[in-house]
T-cell receptor
Framework: GAVVSQHPSRVICKSGTSVKIECRSL??????MFWYRQFPKQSLMLMAT?????????EQGVEKDKFLINHASLTLSTLTVTSAHPEDSSFYIC????????????FGEGSRLTVL | GQNIDQPTEMTATEGAIVQINCTYQ??????LFWYQQHAGEAPTFLSY??LDGLEEKGRFSSFLSRSKGYSYLLLKELQMKDSASYLC??????????WGAGTKLIIKP
């Protein structure tokens, strides 16, 4: 199946710093990628939809100036958490959608962010 | 509003069969997914149904009834490694995925 690689898998940073998470589709082109956040014991929450070559579409309640998304190529989307705070500590997961009728999603391995 | 309902937690015995139900109410329907998620890991794709009926894939099967807004995931010959959360998700008319909260499946020896 298609492979999505996410990096880094774990990151610890100090409050106030910025962290970049990369999401790459390794063997297919993804015009659309999705960024999710998952807090402990809760379901995945869609943060934003990233379309190659255009601005991301953010879900209600997600600060676009805080969570910067760049989808510069058909195989790479990045999420930058700017001026991170402890409440931003979470599991961030990206997924990429295969073109075609099924719209099957493939997920990255996830990135666990801990902000001290 | 859009809503996906599935049980919060289920318990089953190793070697047995378990059925996890999912009911949905969404604005449009372009398919239903089941994903498996182990603690601390990303979800992995299990199945996709867009037409009514049963799709079988090894020990796992998924059923869909669009008229009833209902799906189930059937797991046979349960193994300890099947202990995980199982997420039901529906693609709505805008091709956005609407996620259920997940069903935590506990397998006992």
């Amino acid at each position: 199946g298609a492979v999505v690689s996410q990096h880094p898998s774990r990151v610890i940073c100090k409050s106030g710093t910025s962290v970049k998470i990369e999401c790459r589709s390794l063997d297919f082109q993804a015009t659309t990628m999705f960024w999710y956040r998952q807090f402990p014991k809760q379901s995945l929450m869609l943060m934003a939809t990233s379309n190659e070559g255009s601005k991301a579409t953010y879900e209600q309640g997600v600060e676009k100036d805080k969570f910067l998304i760049n989808h510069a190529s058909l195989t790479l989307s990045t999420l930058t958490v700017t001026s991170a705070h402890p409440e931003d500590s979470s599991f961030y997961i990206c997924s990429a959608r295969l073109a075609g009728e099924s719209g099957e999603l493939f997920f990255g391995e996830g990135s666990r962010l801990t902000v001290l | 509003g859009q809503n996906i309902d599935q049980p919060t937690e289920m318990t089953a015995t190793e070697g047995a069969i378990v059925q996890i139900n999912c009911t949905y109410q969404t604005s449009g329907f372009n398919g239903l997914f089941w994903y498996q998620q182990h603690a601390g890991e990303a979800p992995t794709f299990l199945s996709y149904n867009v037409l009514d009926g049963l799709e079988e894939k090894g020990r796992f099967s998924s059923f869909l009834s669009r008229s009833k807004g209902y799906s189930y995931l059937l797991l046979k010959e349960l193994q300890m490694k099947d202990s995980a959360s199982y997420l039901c998700a529906v693609l709505d008319s805008n091709y956005q995925l609407i996620w259920g909260a997940g069903t935590k499946l506990i397998i006992k020896p």
